[in-house]
């Protein structure tokens, strides 16, 4: 088995009982270094979300990917193979971490309905089938096939689609197969403001 | 006045006690000298890494620590309260000046040469009033190394002060109190009973505070 | 006693010898902070606060992007700011990362009462062991850069690390790694100076900073953190950078000759009065002369 | 970015404008630093404020927000006058030496030839060069073709450019694009400049004699770089500005050679993507024009949008967008499968068409017109984004529904609950709001494209928390939610809804590595390389764009993504570190597109012979022994196009070059650029007063739309970012709070000694559209400015902080966007909002 240098430390770590110049000493312990807390975890290749250089992050998280365990975030730090950013992050990419793990998170489909003055909350069935429905409506009632000229337009001027600009290629493109699709021409995205 | 009567009261007179400490000198004394060992203790242990191990023995070092400035408030309260006690008997007059010339006696125990003095001799006085000012330095510094982490960064120069005040004065206290314990526990016989149990005996004090001891022997001596 | 002792070259408040005292094995290393470089963007503010888990403290809005006034015993790295403007009228602002600068000489450690409170590793890396520190604050005292900082509810002083634990296992630490421009850089004190004294040298020659240079103070016998300023002629621009720091001569004074002569005062004076007793004996009391007793009656 | 991050490195000279890549990129910025400290290279910065990028920089100009034209006009004007121009580079691979139409005039009164001022617009008719035979001196002989039918928007339909062009290769033409340029940017000069920036103008040469000096005397070796943000997009006239830098940048040969281009930074992590994607109405993917009603089939469309070739005859042009039919059919194969025949124009009139713009202003002030009655916002956060914050508030409350997909609570999902809102108006509000609990970036896979365009696949480290659910099944969940109904209950042209190819493995989880599969493209049949003999077979991944086919036997979600997953494997998930140019190529790193190319138009950066400008910075090269371009990148050029063909480097124009002269309405607004005032300004323009502004632009006529004078409101303003936030999203981060717990006001000590304000203190900043509370940030980094003899202060103020987050939660603030205060109004070309430089005042709140 080989020894690393930090179970040296470990070694090191006992204290014990000693005889000095004047009397007896309670040793203390020396050098008592903490466990890197991430010897052992978990290793993901990720991408900053933040800004456009787009640093290659390495999420720690724990377990081994074994089943039985729900994996936590404990640690984000740079990816030092990426020949971008090499490593190095910025402050809101060094706080990643807890975007991860921030109490903050939306975690349940809510709804506020007309004139009400709170949330409620809602089953994501419920949620994505009146989402469903309000669309229809809203393409159905709003649909343009033909301009006023008599040209094919098929258009649906009653939707707008607006999205933001930290989701993913393939996210996006799905955006305007399905947005495309219904029609829409009120497709706007981060990219323009 | 017979013969008889003078031989008989010449013994039992001499070892007849007479009150020296109220109960409250006493108590207040006791609870300034056990505060100023401790205080030793862990000042020594944090004054010399050979001594650090004394730390270990009132609890360790942040024990110590946390204790050292409270125990230093005791300290500081029952020298005040001695100060209270005590300050009219430890003015210095002429017969402590007169008293301080013959010192060379007193240190080679020539008791009978030495001036007359009142409750306390020059000696006393001096060590009073140099504990009383020693711990308003004290005080003042130690509160300042209590709180080192309260005291703005531009006015750094408090706290180097207050560790060389500190130390030197703690250091001179120990002088200090080196002698008072020789003193009184140990050359002086009789004077540690009087601090137990309040009383010295007629001789006691007739041979070391004189002066106090026709002030006081006065009511208490037979009737004539 | 383990091989790894000899790693510690200096502890704080101990008696006897230190194992690893004058064996350097190992190189020294250090952190460049070359402040011509700082963009003031905090990352390693951010890398540091993630990697050491501190908790957070709610700052204020104080007329500048400087987070804090000073680090603080949970925010062990601070960058000040410091808006200069040059005598042609252009302006600077001056951006400098300020940590423990692990002094070679370090004025917390020989201030530091505790018996392992504070050691210094054969690499020079400065590290405070929380679990012997008493508490005391004598480390403030005794640092010319005001770093270590007490926490109230730990009753314990806190500093940066230089990141022991990754640097152990062979990492660099966190901030090093952050630091987005490469104002940071990390490896042998040689190398870190070396890298420097160019930097310096293409700033005199290349910038138009005539008098830019290296800091590494030699009144703290050299430090970990060394610092490449566009103005080494006054450091005290770039948020209180001490010209010429020295451990206070009030601390080497207390920790030297009074140490010392305290010393040899207490055990001179036990010695002293043993003497006394053996010379003249203890003070007996004597029998009352009866004309005298109450002679003024 | 036509370069990429790591290539900064390669360059003798930065002009950092418009941007703050010090904050904003901090990570990106690490290859300024590397130019400095490795080759001395110089840094200039011009911003409106002295930020933490001008902390490093060699020269710091502050400039008035909205007058970069003026500045780089200054800078073509400085080129040309002292030989600071790459001549060669200039006569071969740009439009300079092209002779300009008759009749073209330039704006010396502020407008250009063709303008209507009843429609607003311009005909760009006269914008166009001079076909060969006409009076090119070098001409060969030929004739321009008839315009193409097609219109956009009811408009006239656009002129098309001739297909031999005269030209004079002396530069001496009178209508010369060289000549033209000269006569159009003498009027910049550096007393103008001045006047317009409030540079002064010592400090204004020694930047412009510093940043030219790469190219002193002609010299070639040199290489400057222009890197710029946001601070140059969001003006009415933001696309003009970033003109300008690349005309610079021809002007002195920087383009396409490493060290050089023209570098927008960039914002957000994959705005590239997103619009590579086209998730903006006025494109399809791979930037494709989005159809208009006049498209009356696939081959009007096709017709109208693919290009033909315009030069002179005896250059040689590769028009790479020849191939549009090519894309576009592939396309409409991804998107609707077999449904797409070539019977029915490959589902062609499934794609709305457009007729007008629709663009992020419009939404709102269409919303407030009651047209836009639902929204669906993932992840962007409409109401603080602005501009004008109140007014996407007040057309939120007309709208049906809204549904907000995020993963923090957000201004826009809250719009009814905005400060001032009472309990009884929210009662009033009748809009519908679904707030859907989003995945985070680590909790999903997929891949994002940075600004260097490299495409980089990430995984997935955890699971989304609680309920919240990825936004790809969101998403698809929705789409086949209303797909059921359409199915069962019929309704409007439900044939794009029911024929849309959702071929993935699980229809309601989408795969997100399927999906890039699609955007590489496939083959639908078996293809055969005439010239290599090579085949693919039916259903296996192309190895790229140059296998697309616009018969139907191809399908490729996005052209320019063609390459990225092949049968070689995912591209973007590709990790070889190895750099053997040492030039930061890292062609093994990701992929990039097109065909993972990291330096566009590299072609440039070789002397017409082929030989690299600068051989100690060898990007490609013209191997005669091979007969090809072979480098340490891939060439960005038609790989045996021998030297002497004379193939123009541009390879996306028509023409092959580099256009000084953007021909035919390309832009709208002029074939020049021409400095005009901010919607709101200080001044009126003193390059023409009585065209001050841009003249397409449009105001919007709502309540909403209002516009200070300059004496109500005579303080400019500007917004950014600060490093230690990210937009809107780091304010529910605790570490990032504490970083800057509060929002501020920069303003300069002389304006807070003039209104008496102390720094910390509270104050209001006023325009004739809101107010925003923040506190005073006393600072000597903003100084005073002399603009046109009137001393004007410029203020600054960041844009994080809004109603929903830790501190505004915590009651900390005022709760008041930065967006309340700018006008919804916008560049004509990109459609991007003017946020950059708009009037305020200010008092002590």
Not at chain 3, 176 to 187: E, N, V, W, Y
Not at chain 4, 338 to 359: E, H, I, M
Request: net charge neutral.
């Amino acid at each position: 088995m080989q020894t690393s240098r930090r179970d040296f430390f470990k070694v090191a770590a006992v204290g014990g009982v000693a005889v000095t110049v004047f009397g007896f000493d309670l040793k203390p312990a020396y050098a008592q270094l903490k466990e890197l807390k991430i010897a052992r975890a978990n290793e993901t290749r990720s991408t900053c979300p933040y800004c456009a250089v787009g640093c290659g992050v390495l999420i720690y998280t724990i377990g081994d990917r074994a089943k039985n365990v729900t994996p936590q975030v404990i640690h984000v730090e740079g990816d030092p193979d990426h020949p971008t950013n090499r490593g190095t992050l910025c402050p809101k990419g060094s706080s990643l971490e807890q975007d991860m793990l921030n109490p903050r998170r939306l975690t349940k489909p809510q709804v506020r309905r007309p004139g009400a003055t709170d949330w409620e909350d809602i089953s994501w069935d419920n949620a994505l089938d009146e989402i469903a429905r309000w669309t229809k409506k809203t393409r159905d009632d709003t649909f343009v096939e033909k301009d006023a000229n008599g040209r094919t337009a098929n258009r649906c001027e009653g939707i707008s689609f607006i999205g933001g600009c930290t989701d993913t290629n393939e996210f996006n493109y799905l955006v305007v197969k399905t947005m495309r699709s219904l029609g829409l021409v009120y497709l706007e995205n981060q990219a323009r403001v | 006045m017979t013969t008889d009567a003078v031989s008989r009261s010449s013994a039992a007179h001499n070892e007849e006690m007479v009150p020296r400490y109220t109960l409250a000198e006493r108590v207040n004394h006791w609870i300034g000298a056990l505060a100023y060992i401790y205080l030793l203790i862990t000042g020594l242990a944090f004054w010399s890494p050979y001594l650090y191990w004394l730390a270990a023995v009132v609890g360790g070092g942040p024990v110590a620590r946390a204790w050292h400035p409270w125990v230093g408030l005791i300290f500081t309260a029952s020298l005040f309260w001695s100060f209270k006690q005590w300050h009219g008997d430890m003015k210095i007059d002429d017969a402590d000046r007169a008293w301080a010339k013959a010192i060379p006696n007193y240190i080679q125990n020539e008791d009978d040469k030495l001036p007359p003095v009142g409750r306390f001799n020059y000696g006393q006085k001096l060590f009073f009033w140099a504990m009383f000012y020693s711990v308003i330095l004290l005080l003042l510094s130690g509160i300042t190394l209590w709180y080192t982490e309260a005291l703005p960064w531009s006015l750094r120069f408090v706290r180097y002060a207050a560790i060389l005040i500190h130390a030197s004065v703690a250091l001179f206290t120990i002088g200090l109190f080196l002698i008072h314990v020789y003193m009184s526990a140990i050359l002086e016989e009789g004077s540690f009973g009087s601090m137990v149990h309040g009383y010295v005996t007629r001789a006691w004090a007739w041979t070391f505070h004189r002066s106090w001891y026709e002030q006081v022997s006065g009511g208490s001596r037979r009737v004539q | 006693m383990s091989q790894a002792a000899t790693e510690l070259i200096r502890i704080s408040g101990h008696a006897g010898v230190v194992p690893g005292a004058g064996l350097n094995r190992e190189f020294r290393v250090a952190k460049l902070v070359d402040t011509t470089t700082c963009i003031g963007c905090k990352a390693c503010e951010v890398a540091c606060l993630e990697w050491n888990g501190y908790p957070f403290s709610e700052t204020t809005f104080d007329n500048t992007y400087q987070t804090m006034p000073e680090t603080a015993w949970n925010y062990w790295n601070l960058i000040k700011f410091n808006e200069h403007e040059r005598e042609d009228g252009s302006m600077m602002l001056l951006m400098r990362k300020d940590q423990c600068m692990h002094c070679e000489d370090p004025g917390c450690l020989a201030a530091c009462p505790a018996d392992g409170a504070i050691v210094q590793y054969a690499n020079g890396i400065v590290d405070f062991q929380e679990a012997n520190c008493i508490g005391c604050g004598y480390c403030m005292t005794g640092c010319p850069f005001n770093i270590p900082k007490f926490s109230p509810k730990a009753r314990k002083v806190f500093k940066c690390t230089l990141c022991n634990d990754r640097v152990s296992e062979g990492l660099e630490p966190a901030c090093i790694k952050a630091c987005p421009t490469g104002c940071l850089h990390f490896g042998t004190k040689a190398e870190m100076k070396e890298l420097a004294e160019t930097r310096a040298q293409q700033l005199r020659e290349q910038s138009g900073f005539a008098d830019a240079g290296v800091y590494d103070p030699p009144g703290v016998g050299g430090t970990h953190v060394i610092y490449v300023l566009h103005d080494a002629k006054n450091p005290e621009l770039y948020g209180g950078l001490p010209k010429d720091p020295h451990v206070p001569m009030s601390v080497r004074l207390w920790k030297g000759p009074l140490k010392w002569l305290g010393n040899l005062a207490i055990v001179g004076g036990i010695v002293g009065m043993a003497f006394h007793y053996m010379r003249f004996g203890p003070k007996k009391e004597e029998e009352i002369k009866p004309d005298e007793d109450g002679r003024r009656r | 970015m036509t370069n990429g991050w790591i290539d900064i490195k390669n360059t003798d000279m930065m002009l950092i404008m418009g941007g703050n890549p010090a904050e904003n990129h901090p990570c990106g910025f690490k290859w300024a630093m590397e130019a400095k400290r490795n080759r001395n290279a110089k840094l200039i910065s011009v911003d409106p404020r002295f930020t933490r990028t001008s902390a490093t920089a060699d020269l710091f100009l502050q400039i008035r927000a909205g007058t970069d034209i003026a500045f780089l006009g200054g800078v073509i004007r400085y080129a040309l006058e002292n030989n600071r121009i790459a001549k060669e580079y200039l006569v071969n691979y740009t439009n300079a030496a092209f002779i300009v139409k008759e009749g073209f005039k330039l704006p010396e009164d502020g407008l250009y030839s063709g303008f209507d001022s009843a429609a607003g617009k311009y005909d760009p008719s006269t914008w166009n060069y001079e076909g060969s035979g006409g009076s090119g001196p070098a001409g060969a002989t030929g004739h321009a073709p008839e315009p193409v039918p097609g219109k956009v928007g009811g408009a006239t339909p656009p002129p098309a450019l001739p297909a031999n062009v005269a030209y004079d290769l002396t530069l001496q033409h009178p209508r010369c694009v060289f000549q033209l340029l000269k006569q159009q940017y003498s009027r910049y000069t550096p007393e103008a400049v001045e006047r317009i920036t409030g540079i002064p103008k010592d400090q204004y040469l020694k930047a412009v004699d510093l940043f030219t000096s790469v190219r002193k005397d002609g010299d070639m070796k040199k290489v400057a770089t222009i890197i710029y943000a946001v601070g140059w997009t969001q003006h009415t006239f933001g696309t003009q500005i970033i003109r300008t830098a690349a005309m610079i940048q021809l002007l002195l040969g920087n383009v396409g050679r490493a060290g050089g281009g023209v570098n927008a930074l960039r914002g957000h992590s994959n705005i590239q993507g997103a619009t590579d994607m086209a998730g903006l109405y006025d494109s399809l993917p791979g930037y494709l024009k989005a159809p208009v009603p006049a498209d009356s089939d696939l081959a009007t469309y096709l017709k109208r949008t693919t290009p033909g070739s315009s030069k002179p005859s005896p250059w040689a042009s590769m028009n790479y967008y020849s191939n549009t039919p090519k894309f576009a059919v592939s396309l409409l194969k991804s998107l609707y499968g077999d449904a797409a025949t070539k019977q029915n124009g490959f589902a062609f009139d499934y794609l709305p068409k457009v007729d007008r713009d629709y663009s992020w202003t419009h939404i709102w002030d269409d919303m407030y017109n009651d047209k836009v009655k639902g929204m669906m916002a993932f992840g962007m956060n409409g109401v603080m984004i602005g501009p004008d914050t109140n007014k996407n508030i007040n057309a939120l409350k007309k709208a049906d529904w809204l549904v907000v997909g995020e993963i923090y609570p957000d201004e826009t999902s809250e719009f009814w609950k905005a400060p001032g809102i009472t309990t009884d108006e929210q009662k009033n509000i009748k809009t519908t709001v679904y707030r859907l609990p989003c995945a985070g970036f680590a909790e999903k896979d997929g891949s994002m494209t940075n600004s260097a365009r490299w495409v980089t696949w990430k995984y997935a480290a955890v699971p989304p928390p609680g309920q919240a659910r990825l936004d790809q099944d969101i998403l698809a969940q929705i789409f086949l939610r209303v797909r059921d109904l359409y199915k069962k209950e019929g309704g409007k042209f439900p044939d794009p809804i029911l024929n849309l190819n959702w071929a993935y493995a699980d229809a309601a989880h989408p795969s997100l590595s399927q999906v890039a599969m699609e955007l590489n493209g496939k083959a639908l049949a078996d293809l055969t390389d005439p010239a290599t003999g090579q085949v693919i077979r039916a259903g296996q991944q192309l190895p790229g764009f140059g296998w697309l086919k616009d018969d139907g036997t191809t399908m490729c979600g996005n052209w320019i993504y063609s390459g990225c997953w092949t049968e070689a494997g995912a591209q973007i998930q590709r990790r070889g570190t190895e750099d053997p140019s040492d030039l930061g190529v890292y062609p093994n790193w990701a992929w990039s597109w097109p065909a993972n190319r990291r330096v566009l138009y590299n072609r440039a950066s070789c002397n017409p012979d082929g030989k690299p400008w600068d051989p100690e910075r060898k990007q490609v090269w013209w191997n005669e022994a091979a007969g090809k371009w072979v480098g340490n990148d891939v060439p960005d050029f038609k790989p045996d196009s021998h030297p002497k063909d004379h193939m123009g480097p541009f390879i996306m124009n028509p023409e092959g070059i580099g256009r000084l002269f953007a021909p035919i309405g390309v832009l709208a607004d002029g074939p020049f650029p021409e400095h005009y005032e901010p919607i709101e300004s200080p001044i009126k323009n003193p390059l023409h007063t009585d065209q001050s502004n841009n003249p397409l632009v449009k105001k919007f006529k709502t309540p909403y739309d209002k516009f200070g004078s300059p004496e109500e409101y005579g303080i400019v303003c500007t917004t950014y970012r600060l490093t230690e936030q990210y937009h809107y999203w780091t304010k529910n981060n605790p570490m990032n709070v504490q970083l800057i717990p509060e929002p501020f006001v920069e303003i300069p000590v002389e304006l807070a000694e003039e209104k008496g304000i102390r720094g910390t203190d509270p104050i209001k900043v006023i325009s004739a559209r809101g107010t925003y509370i923040a506190k005073a940030f006393v600072t000597r980094r903003l100084k005073p400015m002399m603009i046109d003899g009137k001393k004007v202060y410029q203020i600054g103020l960041p844009i994080h902080q809004g109603f929903r987050g830790i501190a505004e939660d915590e009651g900390r603030d005022a709760r008041t966007p930065a967006n309340l205060l700018t006008p919804a109004v916008a560049d004509p070309n990109a459609h991007t909002p003017e946020t950059k430089g708009f009037l305020v005042k200010i008092e002590k709140a």
